[in-house]
């Protein structure tokens, strides 16, 4: 790995501030800041373009280090990260239709990713939000994005939508299109609600954003994709960026739980052992040992699918159930090992004041993010069983 971005001493100074932003459900505007000098929010631009020039892995080793340090922290900047690192991918691969996002982002504009919305579980393939043509190869978007993260600080907003007919013009010919596309926060049509009050997560300030006409030009319209699956290298570096960088947020998350586990088994005793550490217990030893067996299985995971995309290995469709697969096991792993941290740890991580208390509301929400169980068990099925007939 190059030399990390964020010092030891940067990632101290993450985690304490992390309970405070819980508790108060405030943006990490301090976190934000440093992040921001430590041109931690370049990390994908090339050097060319004046970036440090890191690639996907060493960008998700990154994630993890940031995530034990403070969750919803590293899940916010994520999506920055997504960003700047699909642009990245395409970038290397010969496409420069988003080498702007990369040049932006090297002069301190931020991204954030205006893709969810509820009821939508075709995510990438489809879309409830009304992309309508300007009639000069732009478009005003029309809709309601959930989770959008970064929402007191970004600058730049990816949307997705679905053309239909301008608001009072000529019913649209031909099979509309999902509209990919970049709105500004300076440019108006965006209302971003005050209305995140999660269990977990909660400095990552992931808001209600509605879209009322937010305008994309012409030269900030990426993609127009027929809806449904497609392999679009813009499809594919999105959704290859965003499983890799999620599944190194939640695996920060487990590491940093058991790091927990075995403090608090050398911490605790147990008067039934005349006080001997729980450490010396071999159902405590065995909890700890069973955490450290499933994170183990991780990393190696992440840094072979990283490499490989790194590496511009061409696994066409194939990327969707390598990712999502990465995904689910990282996040479903990280639920087991934290719940395990807090069986080693005691009745002490019940309170909300307490790291662990933290980690397992934050662990959480891992099962929301796409691709969600479901969706990577019916995209594992396609490949190996083919499509249901009928």
């Known amino acids: 790995m190059t030399s990390p971005l964020l010092t030891d001493d940067l990632l101290d100074r993450i985690r304490s501030r992390a309970a405070t932003y819980d508790r108060e459900n405030t943006f990490f505007t301090e976190d934000f800041e440093e992040l921001t000098a430590a041109d931690y929010l370049k990390a994908f631009v090339p050097a060319a373009m004046g970036g440090p020039g890191l690639g996907l892995r060493d960008v998700a080793h990154e994630q993890i280090r ?58 990438l393939f489809g879309s409830r939000t009304q992309a309508r043509p300007d009639g000069e190869g732009g478009y005003s978007f029309h809709g309601r994005k959930i989770f959008t993260s970064l929402s007191p600080a970004w600058t730049r907003l990816g949307v997705l939508g679905i053309e239909t007919a301008a608001e009072d013009g000529p019913a649209l010919e031909g099979d509309p299109r999902l509209v990919h596309a970049f709105v500004t926060r300076e440019g108006g049509g965006v209302d971003v609600l005050d209305d995140w009050d999660t269990v977990g997560m909660r400095a990552s300030q992931s808001r209600t954003t509605m879209l009322v006409g937010a305008h994309a030009p012409a030269d900030r319209v990426v993609r127009r994709l027929a809806p449904g ?3 679009d290298p813009l499809v594919l570096a999105i959704f290859t960026t965003f499983e890799v960088l999620l599944a190194s947020v ?19 005793t147990s008067m039934k052992n005349g006080g001997r550490p729980l450490s010396q217990d071999p159902d405590i030893r065995w909890r700890v040992a069973d955490a450290g067996i499933a994170m183990d299985g991780i990393y190696p995971q992440i840094d072979q699918v990283a490499g490989e995309i790194d590496a511009l290995v061409d696994r066409g469709a194939g990327w969707f159930t390598a990712v999502a697969g990465l995904k689910v096991r990282a996040t479903e792993t990280a639920r087991v090992v934290v719940d395990q941290a807090i069986r080693v740890s005691g009745g002490s991580s019940y309170f909300t004041s307490s790291e662990l208390g933290r980690l397992y509301r934050d662990v959480l929400a891992g099962i929301f993010h796409p691709s969600d169980d479901e969706s990577a068990h019916s995209t594992f099925a396609s490949a190996l069983l083919g499509p249901v007939e009928g």
């Open 229 to 231: 699956p497609s392999t």
């Open 66 to 123: 940031l995530a034990g340090a403070a969750p919803a922290t590293a899940l916010a900047v994520n999506m920055h990260h997504v960003w700047t690192g699909v642009a990245r991918y395409l970038y290397e691969r010969g496409d420069h239709s988003l080498d702007f996002v990369l040049e932006e982002a090297a002069r301190g504009e931020v991204f954030a990713f205006g893709y969810s919305e509820p009821g939508n579980d075709l995510v």
């Open 250 to 268: 939640y695996t920060g998350i487990g590491k940093r739980a058991l790091e927990l586990a075995v403090e608090n088994a050398h911490r605790r």
